[in-house]
């Protein structure tokens, strides 16, 4: 798995010996939210029993169960719960029960409440590719090879918060608008961050814009040219999002850090994970610059969806979940030691040949070699392999 880079002054360790109580709240959700966030949790207490620390967990009811408990997707005393936390586990949010586009309370308004309200402005999206998982990407292996990018996608900005005015009209005349707000320092905040995560990979950066057509594009490519002058030994470049697109599925070994609005990030993280073989394996960390005891205070979360035709079914891929949480040990609990073995762990399960559906190879001959498993099964064959080697490449059993 990938090494995300390290965070400027993140701490290398927690409390040390004697077994550090951290707290964090898990928030399930909704459709498969609850089968892969309980895979994560059993994930992290052996993950803790091997490396002497104890999680205290609040659950948080957010998203549709909440619309359904409360009538709110996120009541302010969770939001309170969450900003008093060490850090944020998520699995995902929606469903077409809450999906009328009259309704004007809407599940994914808790992540927006999270992510404005924590000031977690950056979300941080790795993407690689794990050997085993070539053949389950429809692109041909040589594209892949070398595969290891960076997508900071800015978060609390752009066209999800600026102001919309919902359609009006009547039917042959109806109209509505959404607005792309950003200022230099919402710019500069995200531009910052990502330049400091390339110096710890392979100080490459490439800003991710439209500014052939929109002001505000111009505004972020001037805004992170003149902080490029504080990072002279980072190379950056700038691509326009359409290019970037099909730079994506053409050559996507030649990214190291991209770094975009909002929007963007969120289009451009979903093609990338075609790369690592299933929506289900990517992982993410939303962070702002709010330090606790321990780490950066972050919100972590599979990049995936609610999926409701599976859930509950012990068929989803708790794999982007497992490596949300290893992400949370490193840079909201400075786990280092934990997190490596998390990863470890699950480069082992897929060498050992264990996949879920999402995994499963289309190919017969090599489907013979892999053992068929559901969300438990990954989450056993995971479990089974905590603190089995220190590296980072794992070895099977
Ligand atoms: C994501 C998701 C959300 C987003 C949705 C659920 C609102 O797609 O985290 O990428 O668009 O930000
Ligand atoms: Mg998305």
């Known amino acids: 798995m990938t090494a995300e880079g390290g965070l400027p002054g993140s701490p290398d360790a927690g409390a040390g010996a004697g077994g550090p109580a951290y707290r964090l709240v ?25 490396f002497g620390f104890d999680i205290a967990w609040t659950d948080v009811v957010a998203g549709g169960a909440a619309i359904d408990a ?26 077409p029960q809450w999906d009328d586009p009259k309704a004007t309370v809407r599940p994914e308004q808790a992540l927006f409440a999270m992510r404005g309200g924590l000031g977690l402005f950056a979300n941080l999206r790795p993407v690689s590719v794990h050997p085993a998982l070539v053949p389950a990407s429809p692109l041909r292996p040589e594209l892949l090879d070398g595969v290891d990018m960076l997508i900071v996608r800015e978060l609390t900005g752009g066209l999800y918060f600026g102001a919309r005015t919902e359609a009006t009209g009547a039917p042959g005349a109806r109209a509505a608008s959404d607005t792309l707000p950003y200022t230099e320092g919402e710019v500069a905040r995200v531009a910052r961050l990502a330049f400091d995560l390339a110096r710890g990979r392979r100080r490459r950066l490439t800003s991710v814009d439209k500014a052939n057509v929109l002001a505000t594009s111009r505004l972020w490519r001037t805004v992170v040219h003149e902080i490029a002058a504080e ?7 700038d691509r326009l ?12 070994a030649s990214f190291d850090v991209l770094v975009t609005e909002n929007l963007f990030g969120d289009i451009l993280s979903d093609e990338a994970s075609v790369l690592a073989g299933s929506l289900g394996m990517l992982p993410s960390a939303s962070v702002g610059t709010r330090r606790t005891a ?3 205070h972050g919100l972590y979360e599979p990049i995936h969806g609610s999926a ?16 949300s ?13 934990a997190a490596d073995a998390v990863e470890a762990a699950v480069s082992g399960a897929l060498d050992a040949g264990f996949r879920t559906a999402d995994l499963w190879p289309r ?16 989450a056993d064959a995971i479990v089974a392999r905590i603190g089995e080697t220190g590296g980072i490449t794992g070895a099977a059993a």
């Not at 939001?79 to 060490?86: R, T």
């Not at 409701?308 to 490596?323: K, S």
Request: aromatic residues 2%.
């Open 231 to 237: 990072y002279p030994d980072v190379a950056l470049d």
């Open 363 to 378: 190919d017969p001959a090599l489907a013979e070699a892999c053992t068929r498993v559901g969300t438990v099964g990954m």
């Open 294 to 296: 321990h780490g950066l």
């Open 26 to 50: 898990a928030i399930h959700g909704d459709g498969v939210g609850p089968d892969v966030v309980g895979a994560a949790k059993r994930v992290l207490a052996v993950a803790g029993a091997r």
């Open 241 to 252: 999002v359409d290019a970037c697109a099909m730079q994506l599925v053409r050559a996507p």
């Open 308 to 323: 409701p035709d599976i859930a509950g079914r012990d068929l989803a891929n708790p794999i982007g979940t497992i490596v």
């Open 70 to 95: 409360y009538g709110v997707a996120l009541r302010d005393e969770d939001l309170a719960a969450c900003a008093a936390s060490d850090a944020i586990l998520l699995g995902a949010v929606g469903g």
């Open 325 to 337: 949480a290893a992400m949370l040990l490193r840079w909201s609990l400075g786990r280092t030691d």
